[in-house]
């Protein structure tokens, strides 16, 4: 065998179709199946790309230091606590390469982002699923699962797919619980869309625990996924051990600078914000008129709760949306005002001949 055992019972991961721009398709789809922004980027990126120098035969600055000192000015921590990643989706491969060995486990809700237990199948580590409680972490369940070779406890706040969220006094009971030896990431890719007075100040909290690490993204409100830019903030020393695993050159230099020109634009993370909030409400309404289970989100997506997922995604995409299915229940990412309401005129049609 050429590859590690445990990558025999695994299958490359599928994503999401591009958008087809060249009229090909007879519907133009709607994707709502990512958590993108559908209100796109900043104007800000779009002119500091095109100014760009075309110096394009140089590597990019491996240490990306201008978007790490303005993230650590934006953030107020030092620069030596952030991790930069293709995507939040490589900080949690360089985390996982760095903290697994085969027999570890990591403990991870049962309905959480898919990429903790991936990893820690191709470290051979083992993964102890803790189900959700109304679609929210169970952290007493968590601290209870975990053991001595528990190196990762994964907490998804806003928790992808459901939404939920758990707020400061239960995150801070839940540190004091758990053993130091134990790092416990809070993935909060979906932060900015957050509006929960009790939501935790989780980078305050890295002064006090060692082993916690946040994990946010440039993907989700900043709207520059095909970017690929997140990040992990955590004490130095975590940190400095972290960056031994990543690759030299890891983000490329357009996506530094997108990301920088994002952060000098926090009328368009409120106007997203806003308009995320507008959107959730839209749903929450025709979900309660329907009475469609769902959960409260604090992210920019709302998950229903349907036995018959399978049937509703392909019906939806019959109408031309994309919407992420799960065994029961339903991922929709908040579009604009107008996506939005045609998605629910199409789901009134779908819902009344269920
Ligand atoms: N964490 C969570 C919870 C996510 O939903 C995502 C994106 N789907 C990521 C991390 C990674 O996003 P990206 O790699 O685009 O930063």
């Not at 001595?148 to 459901?162: E, G, S, V």
């Amino acid at each position: 065998m050429l590859v590690k055992s445990q990558l025999m019972n695994l299958k490359p991961y599928t994503p999401a179709k591009p958008v087809e721009r060249d009229g090909s398709e007879k519907i133009e789809l709607v994707r709502l199946n990512s958590n993108e922004n559908r209100h796109g980027c900043s104007p800000k990126v779009i002119e500091a790309v095109q100014q760009l120098n075309q110096d394009f035969s140089y590597y990019p600055d491996g240490l990306a230091t201008e978007l790490t000192n303005r993230l650590a000015e934006y953030l107020k921590v030092s620069t030596s606590q952030i991790i930069l990643g293709a995507g939040g989706d490589e900080v949690i491969q360089i985390i996982s390469r760095s903290v697994l060995t085969p027999g570890d486990n990591i403990v991870q809700a049962d309905l959480t982002f898919s990429q903790y237990s991936l990893h820690a199948v191709i470290e051979g580590a083992e993964i102890r699923n803790v189900p959700l409680v109304e679609g929210t972490h169970d952290l007493v369940g968590m601290a209870a699962a975990a053991d001595d070779r528990t190196k990762i406890i994964w907490i998804c706040n806003p928790n992808n797919p459901t939404g939920t969220y758990i707020n400061a006094s239960e995150l801070n009971s839940f540190m004091e619980k758990v053993s130091p030896n134990t790092l416990v990431v809070v993935d909060e890719a979906y932060f900015e869309y957050v509006s929960a007075s009790d939501f935790p100040n989780t980078i305050e909290l890295i002064e006090t625990y060692q082993n916690l690490l946040v994990l946010r993204t440039f993907s989700k409100i900043y709207g520059l996924a095909s970017f690929r830019i997140g990040y992990g903030i955590a004490n130095e020393e975590l940190i400095s051990r972290l960056n031994i695993v990543r690759l030299p050159y890891n983000t490329a230099r357009f996506s530094q600078v997108a990301a920088c020109a994002a952060l000098e634009d926090m009328e368009f993370v409120k106007f997203s914000y806003e308009q995320n909030k507008l959107g959730l409400t839209q749903l929450e309404e025709f979900f309660d008129k329907e009475n469609i289970k769902y959960y409260k989100s604090q992210a920019n997506f709302i998950y229903i709760v349907v036995k018959n997922s399978e049937e509703i995604a392909k019906l939806l995409e019959n109408k031309g949306f994309i919407v992420r299915k799960f065994l029961e229940g339903i991922r929709i990412t908040v579009g604009t005002q107008q996506d939005n309401q045609l998605l629910i005129q199409s789901m009134e049609n779908i819902f009344v001949n269920q």
